[in-house]
Every structure is written in structure tokens, then in C-alpha cells.
């Protein structure tokens, strides 16, 4: 098919496709054909609209670069069919801008281009103008200026985000000719889970400015992602189903399918009023972004944002679109950009992506995070110790080892504790690898070993769920139990996690005295150790 079966021009200048061509062609044939036309003595077809007596309809720059003179223009329908060079109308004021994008990618993969934070409609599929050779993926048109003005100054972004592939993405600024985009994408060996079973898991994630502690110390994230499916990876599997293609998620107040993460730390003076966390700021020309996290310090703060229109601020007044706030912004320091906004995965660890926080206790020594000063934080070994072995009813006590035995006077109890105490305090420190939750034991002036759950601990005070039950006298004996309690639930296996400091030796006894099917006393030791450690219980019939 030639350009002449499907395109058409009005008396009045307009270029447009006829229906929905058989082919796609370039701006210089565009221009080629519109020239061959001009210099016919007459009409020579209906439709055509041009001959000598008309006025020149194109210039040629270069083979890639085509100006319409007024009156002739094509709009935004005739710019899908053609490719390969930018083409200038309306005497400047609109523009339609080439690009090429390359490299390799996975089988079936369809580009996502976004323009002024939003996506352009994708109707070039898996592959238009491509050419495989040459390592061309995708080359197309994209309207960059319009009615005098440069759209996001003439900024897009393009993104390979196919579930079970490696994304990517690479930013360009368009203009005339041809620019070039740069996309390669691998099979991702650690997202090989079905899309739509990930997507039906949930997980929680605190967003905003916030500080996380780890390791004993506070650092500031924007987000905290605790993990309620299985592992690290899949919460990794989870932040690729948010951003991939076709997503309905959001996060962050915009469509997964935007969002990108922080890509600027914006410090301000001056400030009035109150920004929100996910609200639009705007500044000067056609500045714009997102903010993800907020810390107010009065007139003084700082902003995280994801920049969505124009260049970062720089000693601009920056306005809040919801809130009344204003500000001057100071010097920005701009953030890399994760393919995946969480960061990577090497399978059984995280990588984190700037600023990305998860909850401590849900992390390895393995796991990397990067606060929102770009320092990395290693968390803590978190292990777990786990009885196997047991059945429903059997109890289970878990101590630290004294001569394979409960270590009764692991702790000392400081100061006498009346009843309806909420707290327990202790002569020495608490261990930093005593759960951060669990049972304690105390001594008290009953003659027994009360058993009291504790919330949270801090130095060398636990807090209590409760209150105790019976008072307790200065330097009464005090040691963790840390399983404590009846299987239930058919498990099979009780466990805790904690915090690994150094190799410690556990005490098991696991017993079942009730009438149905009673046991004898198991007793053993084991070790918990910088990957964790187990015991498994062996039931010897007592009836």
C-alpha cells in the first residue's frame, strides 16, 4: 500500500489516516508524498487537495525533521501511523517528536510511556516500527508541544513493567528528530509466583515520615511494610504486582502504575501552614510532585517528593494543592530511582530501595536497608528456635539452660513489686536477644513463679500485658520463659524469634500428665545459634 491509499487531505489543510491503515510510514515519505503532490499542474485525485498553485506544504530539515507549513497539519490519530523523525506545525506551536526506543526485552512485552504523570494510551502493543536487527523495539511520534506550549517540557518516561520480567525504565527528553530511549528486561528468577495468587495477598505498609528502630536506634524511612506472607521475597513479588502493567493498585495516594518512589529530598525555609503527606505541591512554570514524607519543623523542613511535572525547585516558593502551606525550597539532592520502588531481591534477602523501611522483626542480618539519609541499616539477626514434636496439650517451657535445668536466677528482681504492678524491673540488663514480646517468671511472696506476659522491654524494664497478680519481694529470682505455654491448633511445633547476639543454651521440657494420653517428662537442651535452632520432643506413652 502507498501513503496515498491512506491518508487524505482537506481543502482546508488537514492530513489525516483513512480508517485504520494498512501500514505505517515515515515523515519523510509523509513529506515526499505532500512534495510529489505540490507539483502536479492539477487535483489529481478527490481527496489529494494539492497541486503547483497551492502553497508549499512541508520542509525537510533533514530526513527526520519535517515542518507543515500552515495551513497543513495532521493531528493525533495520524500521528500513530507515522514514525522516525519529529514533525512541526501550527508555525511552532505544536509539536510531534520522534521516538526510538531500544535494547532488548522479554517476549511479549509492551512498553508503558507516561507523559505529565500520566500513562499515554498504548495502542502500539508489543511492538511498532521494531526492528529486531537493529535492536529497535518501539518507534512512534509523541506529541511533546501544543497550542504554544511544551508539554512537561517535552519530558516522558518510558517503562517495561511485565509481571515476571526484570522492569525498567529510562527517562528522556524528546525535541526534534528522533531521541532515544534505552530498555532491557531479563526473566526474573525471583518473581516467578502467579500474578493473580500475589495479588490476592495482603500486606501493610505504613507510609509517611517515620522513624524505625533497628538495632536500638531510630531512622527515618517513608514507609514500613510488615510481612504477612512467608518471606522477604514475597513481599518483593507483592511491589511488582502494585507497579506492574494493567495495575488497579495504589499507594501513596496515585495509581501503582505512576509511582515510582522518591526522587527528591527538598529542604524549605519560610514555611506556613502545614503540608500533607500525598498531596500535589506545585512551584513555579510547570514544577509539580507528590509528597511521600513531611518533616515539619516549624518555619523549616524537609520534603521527600516524586517529581510529576517540570524541573525540581530550586529557591522557588513551593504552594500545597490541599493544605495552605507555603515555602522556599533550598538546595534539592536528587534520589535514585528502584526499577521495583522497594528495591531488589537476591531470592532470600532485601535490597531496599532509598528510604523504603520494613518492620525490623520481619528482617534478616542479610536484609540492606537505606534510610532517608542514604545510610545503609543493616537490621539485626532475627532467628527463631522451634520444639518440634509435640501434639495439642502437651506443655511447653523454653528457659535459659542452667546445669540442664530452668535457669530460676537468670535475673534479679530490683525493688520490691506490690500486686497490680504493670511493670517488672531488674538488677541486671535485659539481653538484647529477649523476644520483644513474650512470658516472664517471677518469684513471689506466694512461693511461686507467676507467670507474666510482657509486651515490649527496654534496659532493664519489662512491660506487662497486665498487672501482677501477687507482689514479689526485693531480689526474688526473675528468668525469661521464652515458650511458655499449651500447644494448640494441631501445629505440631511452637517457636519464637529473637534477636541473635551470641550462641545460648535453652532448656526444654515439654509435659502432658492429662488423662487422655498422657506422657512422661522430656527434658533436653539445645542451642540457639546465628541461624536459628530447634528441639524436637519425643513422646513416651505414661498410661
Not at 499542474?41 to 525533521?65: C, K, L
Amino acid at each position: 500500500m502507498a501513503i496515498a491509499d491512506d491518508f487524505t487531505i482537506s481543502t482546508g489543510g488537514d492530513i489525516r489516516a483513512i480508517g485504520s491503515p494498512a501500514s505505517t510510514y515515515t515523515v519523510l515519505e509523509l513529506h515526499r508524498w505532500l512534495q510529489d503532490l505540490a507539483d502536479d499542474a492539477s487535483v489529481a485525485v478527490s481527496g489529494d487537495n494539492m497541486d503547483i498553485t497551492y502553497v508549499t506544504p512541508s520542509e525537510r530539515s533533514t530526513d527526520n525533521i519535517i515542518t507543515l507549513n500552515s495551513p497543513y497539519n495532521i493531528d493525533d490519530d495520524a500521528a500513530e501511523w507515522l514514525y522516525d523523525g519529529s514533525i512541526t506545525q501550527g508555525g511552532g506551536d505544536v509539536m510531534y517528536s520522534g521516538l526510538v526506543v531500544v535494547g532488548t526485552v522479554e517476549t511479549g512485552t509492551q512498553l508503558i510511556l507516561t507523559q505529565d504523570h500520566a500513562l499515554l494510551t498504548d495502542y502500539w502493543g508489543t511492538a511498532l516500527n521494531d526492528n529486531a536487527a537493529a535492536n529497535i523495539l518501539l518507534r512512534m511520534l509523541v506529541k511533546t508541544r501544543d497550542a504554544g506550549s511544551d508539554i512537561n517540557g517535552k519530558r516522558i518516561i518510558v517503562m517495561a513493567r511485565e509481571f515476571s520480567d526484570t522492569y525498567a525504565e529510562f527517562s528522556v527528553t524528546m525535541g526534534l528528530g528522533n531521541s532515544v530511549a534505552a530498555i532491557f528486561t531479563a526473566d526474573d528468577l525471583n518473581n516467578q509466583t502467579a500474578q493473580g495468587t500475589v495479588n490476592g495477598w495482603t500486606y501493610t505498609n505504613t507510609e509517611g515520615y517515620q522513624g524505625i528502630l533497628i538495632g536500638g536506634t531510630s531512622y527515618d524511612f517513608y514507609s514500613q511494610w510488615s510481612i504477612s506472607q512467608a518471606n522477604i521475597n514475597n513481599l518483593y513479588e507483592f511491589a511488582k504486582d502494585i507497579q506492574r502493567r494493567g495495575t488497579a493498585e495504589t499507594i501513596h495516594g496515585m495509581s501503582g502504575s505512576l509511582f515510582r518512589g522518591i526522587t527528591h529530598e527538598v529542604p524549605y525555609t519560610g514555611a506556613s501552614g502545614d503540608f500533607q503527606e500525598d498531596e500535589e505541591i506545585t512551584w513555579s512554570g510547570d514544577g509539580a510532585g507528590i509528597v511521600l514524607a513531611h518533616d515539619d519543623n516549624g518555619t523549616a523542613g524537609t520534603l521527600w517528593i516524586q517529581l510529576t511535572g517540570g524541573s525540581a525547585p530550586s529557591t522557588e516558593t513551593i504552594t500545597g494543592t490541599t493544605s495552605t502551606e507555603t515555602a522556599t525550597s533550598g538546595t534539592v539532592v536528587p534520589r535514585t530511582v528502584a526499577p521495583v520502588f522497594i528495591g531488589s531481591s537476591t531470592g532470600t534477602s532485601l535490597i531496599g530501595a532509598y528510604g523504603i523501611g520494613c518492620n525490623p522483626n520481619d528482617l534478616g542480618a542479610s536484609d540492606k536497608l537505606f534510610d532517608l539519609t542514604n545510610t545503609l541499616r543493616t537490621p539485626p539477626n532475627n532467628v527463631v528456635f522451634t520444639v518440634y514434636g509435640i501434639e495439642d496439650g502437651d506443655r511447653v517451657l523454653v528457659t535459659n539452660d542452667e546445669t540442664s535445668g530452668v535457669d530460676y536466677d537468670q535475673f534479679t528482681l530490683d525493688g520490691v513489686h506490690a500486686s497490680s504492678s504493670g511493670t517488672i524491673t531488674i538488677v541486671e540488663d535485659i539481653p538484647t536477644d529477649t523476644p520483644t514480646s513474650g512470658t516472664i517468671r517471677v518469684y513471689n511472696d506466694d512461693d511461686e513463679y507467676m507467670r507474666l506476659p510482657f509486651t515490649s522491654w527496654t534496659g532493664k524494664i519489662f512491660t506487662l500485658t497486665g498487672t501482677t497478680p501477687v507482689g514479689a519481694s526485693n531480689l526474688d529470682n526473675v528468668f525469661i520463659s521464652y515458650l511458655d505455654a499449651a500447644e494448640s491448633g494441631g501445629d505440631n511445633e511452637m517457636s519464637f524469634t529473637s534477636e541473635y547476639d551470641s550462641d545460648r543454651t535453652l532448656f526444654i521440657r515439654v509435659r502432658d500428665g492429662g488423662a487422655g494420653s498422657p506422657i512422661k517428662t522430656f527434658e533436653t537442651t539445645g542451642t540457639l545459634s546465628s541461624t536459628g535452632g530447634s528441639a524436637t520432643a519425643i513422646r513416651t506413652s505414661d498410661a
